[in-house]
């Protein structure tokens, strides 16, 4: 028996236990060049939202009645592919299946020496490298400039509040609960938190940016974006990482704001970090040396057990998680 | 007596004659370094809506009860600036007033034997500029690729259409008429002209980009960038030189368009052609090659008299405008 989560029907809006089922499979043999690999962790992040609706994008849709699919560290159970052995860690994305197949070339080695197998999928990942070239590639911050992180709590916010600060900037997180705001002024030390959820998010963010925004790192857009627009600096930069806001709101309206941009002379750029990865290597050894010196903190939510992935994903729209949200479902075969 | 342009009162929507007044004021006398000039040509342009509004802007807003202002051509009447003589024609930012004094060093010279003194208003002047640095620095566009342009049988649009042109693109233009889109079609030679009056923009964008929009000059805002969005190619740049659709729509809402500047990994970028004052000699010279080799073509509509100057400013908001809009106030005393 192999547990699959599928795409049962798509959502509209917020995805919920009607558009998932988890289902019985059949555990796949590896061909040649292919490696049997059964899951450890798996990785949920909010972009997957829009992978459920039948639309053109970045990455093709998820398929009805067929695993959804991610992010995960797994253990290689079969090998038929040189370069990987039983007992190897390894990452990459694969289908939401106890055990699956995969092509040995599509996956890369996680060598435990670096730290817990678990950063590969978010630090020393998809999530780190999305903060480091969003924020250093299009926010180009520049030292004593203001940077605005939305979404300031999450997987990715976490690292670029991080970088924001190594780089020598005021730094102003946005996010939702007041367990988020502590960890960002007092693990992160971030020079401000607003919590939009009991702040008027306007009013917080004049009084936090009394130089104004320099740099806005988004991951959420919807009202707390509307709020960051008016403050923007002349030259202002914008890293348009995501809008979580928007992801469960079919049509969603809000303000136009190209007349911002066109006051303050500003930049918004759209951006998946698939877009650097001729420069992941570049990224990663910022991010690895940054680590290791202690200037980059990193905070996990792990949830357990495979039937607990859909809860863990649709936790992500309610604002559940502080840093990165996982879940586990095995242990390794070797600790 | 001397003939003055007032702001009387803010506008919230389109502004109108209740917002506007001709009052008589006196003749200055200019003091030393200052000149004396008379009105010949006075540019309207959209932009000067923003500065009906008391907000913060790249350019302060009108006074109340004070002559508006904006791009004119005049005529040296006295002169106690060395640079100038009486009877030079020259160009500058002056208040709507018949006669006015400046400082010298605040207005360039126009050279009559360049072309028609009203160039410099125009495609030889901040328009032209505007558009060449929209599109070539913000757009970068490539040979082969779609250009979209709205507001296309504008100051601005014409230019950028025709540029769009010479350097090898598919250009689709977008306006309100079809004297309009015949000139764009049949005068300017773009590619394909879609009246948004009449057509449905959506489908009619759709089957005249049928590779995608990589560049969008955007003049307008509004509906007509969200039918856009939806068509931008992976790392297709947007120039967001104006929003005129919501200029006189206060607090105007549309779809939130993060969304697609994601999905495209898609720039937009606000700009105001002051931003590239350290760059106007490169521009002045591509475009007053291209004008002498025949490769852009240019057309004002010109209304006459000074106290038609507020009506043709009211035309740029219902699209009643070909090419640049001029009032003509005064001939030169000399032709």
Known sequence: MNKEIHLVKR????????????????????AEGEVLVQLLYVSVDPYMRGRMNDTKSYIPPFALNEPMAGGVVAEIVESKYDGLNEGDIVTGMLPWKEFSTAQGDQL???????????????????????????LMDIGQPKEGETIVVSGAAGAVGTVVAQIGKIVGCRVVGIAGTDDKIDYLKNTLQV????????????????????DGVDVYFDNVGGDISDAVYPLLNKFARIAQCGAIASYNVPNDQ???????????????????????????QEGFQHL?????????????????????????????????????QLVKVNEPSQK
């Open 254 to 280: 809000g303000p136009r704001m190209q007349m911002h941009l066109i006051k303050s002379s500003a930049l918004i750029k759209g951006f998946t970090v698939g877009d650097y990865q001729d420069r992941f």
């Open 191 to 210: 020079d401000e938190a607003i919590n939009y959820k009991t702040e008027n998010v306007a009013d917080a963010l004049e009084k936090a940016c009394p």
């Open 108 to 134: 890369r080695k996680v060598d435990p020496a670096l730290g817990p197998i678990t950063y590969s999928l978010g630090i020393l990942g998809m999530p780190g490298l999305t903060a480091y070239f969003g």
């Open 11 to 30: 959502p509209e809006g917020t995805p919920t236990d009607e558009h998932i089922q988890i289902v019985n499979g059949e555990k796949p043999s590896p």
């Open 288 to 324: 690895s040396k940054w680590v290791q010196e202690g200037k980059l903190t990193y905070e996990e939510t792990i949830q357990e057990g495979f039937e607990n992935i859909p809860n863990a994903f649709f936790g992500l729209f309610t604002g559940e998680n502080l840093g990165k």
